[in-house]
């Protein structure tokens, strides 16, 4: 039905950058925002950043400055450029995409399957 691959994870050492992709398909309608969490271990999924469908971003405190949120409206993809990577930026990155369903209605939430980032020091 909506599938969301992501793509882009990997080690890097602090400083470092790494850019994230995440793409939406299937029965898709409409896609009223996407966007990134993260969960460190021992830690709550936090959102990272996220993009509307009308060109708004919210970024989490710890990475505004660093990272930056982008999509790419006709491939259904969402980007996000790290920059300035920490060791606390270490987590399973997760897409996120609240989107309506040519097979249901009103709004759903979806989530890729995570994509780990792990910062070196």
């Known amino acids: 039905q909506v599938q969301l691959v992501e793509s882009g994870g990997g080690l890097v050492q602090a400083g470092g950058s790494l850019r994230l992709s995440c793409a939406a398909s299937?029965?898709?309608?409409?896609?009223?925002?996407m966007g990134w969490y993260r969960q460190a271990p021992g830690k709550q999924r936090e959102l990272v950043a996220v993009?509307?469908?009308?060109?708004?971003?919210n970024y989490a405190d710890s990475v505004k400055g660093r990272f930056t949120i982008s999509r790419d409206n006709a491939k259904n993809t969402v980007n996000l450029q790290m920059n300035s990577l920490k060791p606390e930026d270490t987590a399973v990155y997760y897409c996120?995409?609240?989107?309506?369903?040519?097979?249901?209605?009103?709004?759903?939430?979806?989530w890729g399957q995570g994509t780990q980032v792990t910062v070196s020091s």
């Open positions: 996120n995409a609240d989107l309506i369903s040519t097979l249901y209605g009103g709004n759903h939430a979806y």
């Open positions: 299937g029965s898709i309608f409409s896609i009223n925002a």
């Open positions: 993009l509307t469908s009308g060109g708004s971003t």
